[in-house]
C-alpha cells in the first residue's frame, strides 16, 4: 500500500546513546516532516525538508539532526539521547501546498 | 503568535447523540484550516481541507465548517467507530509550518 514508512515502531535507549529513525514515502511528494507528540502538546514539527536537498528547522530541533537522503527518504538522528526526548515521533509527507500531510504509523521512542 | 485551540478536551456520546467539535485559530493570514483523525497507536489520517469562511466538507457522519476565527467538526448520529482523537491543524500564508491543536478525544457509547 502507498505510504510512509517509519522504521522502528518501537525503540529504548539509554542517556547517552544514538539512533536513526527511518522513513520513506512512495507517493513521489516532495515535502517530508518530522514531528513528534506528547501528551498535552500536541503535534510539534522537529525539522521538515521542502524538497530534495534542502532541510530547514522547526519548532523544536534541539537535539536532532535530519538527512534527505533522496526524494523517498527522511532520516531523523538522535546524537545523545535524553530523557526528554522520550516521545512519539511521526514523520509525514505532503504533495502540494494546499495539500494534508499523509502521516507514518509513528515510532515510540523511550530514553532511560 | 499563530495558535490553534481545540475544545472541548474529552467529548462523550451516545450512539446516535450528535455534537460539535471546536476549533478555534489566531493565525495571520489563513492558507488552510486541516482536520484529522488519530487512533491510538496510530498516526493521524487525514479527514478534511478547509480554505475559505463559508466553506463546508462532508464525509459520511462529519461535516466540517469554517469561520474566520473557528472551525466546527459536526458528528451526525456517531457510531462507536467514531471513537477517535480529532486533531485540527492550520496552515498561515507565510511559511511552510502547520499548528496543530491538542485534539479531541471522541468516545461514542454504543
Known amino acids: 500500500n502507498a505510504g510512509v514508512t517509519q522504521t522502528p515502531k518501537f525503540q529504548v535507549l539509554k542517556t547517552g546513546q544514538s539512533m536513526t529513525l527511518q522513513c520513506a514515502q512512495d507517493m513521489n511528494h516532495n515535502s517530508m516532516y518530522w514531528y513528534r507528540q506528547d501528551p498535552g502538546m500536541g503535534l510539534r514539527l522537529i525539522y521538515y525538508?521542502?524538497?530534495?536537498?534542502?532541510?530547514d528547522k522547526g519548532e523544536v530541533p534541539n537535539g536532532y539532526n535530519v538527512s534527505r537522503l533522496n526524494k523517498r527518504e527522511f532520516s531523523l538522528r538522535l546524537e545523545s539521547a535524553a530523557p526528554s526526548q522520550t516521545s512519539v515521533y511521526f514523520c509525514a509527507s505532503r504533495g502540494g501546498q494546499s495539500y494534508g500531510y499523509t502521516f507514518g504509523s509513528g515510532t515510540r521512542l523511550t530514553v532511560v | 503568535e499563530d495558535q490553534v485551540t481545540q475544545s472541548p478536551e474529552a467529548l462523550r456520546l451516545q450512539e446516535g447523540e450528535s455534537s460539535s467539535l471546536n476549533c478555534s485559530y489566531t493565525v495571520s493570514g489563513l492558507r488552510g484550516l486541516f482536520w484529522y483523525r488519530q487512533d491510538p497507536g496510530k498516526g493521524p489520517e487525514f479527514l478534511f481541507t478547509l480554505y475559505s469562511a463559508g466553506e463546508e466538507k462532508e464525509k459520511e457522519r462529519l461535516k466540517a465548517t469554517l469561520t474566520k476565527k473557528e472551525s466546527f467538526l459536526h458528528i451526525t448520529a456517531p457510531k462507536p467507530e467514531d471513537s477517535a482523537t480529532y486533531l485540527c491543524a492550520v496552515q498561515a500564508n507565510t511559511g511552510n509550518q502547520f499548528y496543530f491543536g491538542t485534539g479531541t478525544s471522541l468516545t461514542v457509547i454504543p
Open positions: 525538508s521542502a524538497s530534495e536537498g534542502t532541510t
